[in-house]
């Protein structure tokens, strides 16, 4: 029903920057919150971020306050997270998700991408 790509990943030095990007399809786009996990080798899965329909509200977890920021351009059927401040801690596979229902609440969601690799060298 729905296809997530992500793009945008790579290997950045701490300190710097990236800017993850999720191209939707298969259904109207902003029917859908849309959101971010992050999963280490040998770790859980952790929420990142999320997004709601019509991207006024956003929220984050913890790890990521103040660094990350997650948007959404309707017209382009995109997602992004623009990541700052970037840490060794935040190497990780970063998927992008989508859901009509809380994707934070639920810590999960019904639609996934294929991840991005995301490594932050120190």
């Known amino acids: 029903q729905v296809q997530l790509v992500e793009s945008g990943g790579g290997l950045v030095q701490a300190g710097g920057s990236l800017r993850l990007s999720c191209a939707a399809s298969?259904?109207?786009?902003?029917?859908?919150?849309m959101g971010w996990f992050r999963q280490a080798p040998g770790k859980e899965r952790e929420f990142v971020a999320e997004i709601s329909w019509s991207g006024v509200g956003t929220y984050y977890g913890d790890s990521v306050k103040g660094r990350f920021t997650i948007s959404r351009d309707n017209a382009k059927n995109t997602v992004y997270l623009q990541m700052n401040s970037l840490k060794p801690e935040d190497t990780a596979v970063y998927y992008c998700a989508a859901d009509t229902t809380n994707i934070r609440r639920r810590d999960n969601a019904d639609y996934w991408g294929q991840g991005t690799q995301v490594t932050v060298s120190s």
């Open positions: 298969g259904r109207t786009f902003s029917s859908f919150r």
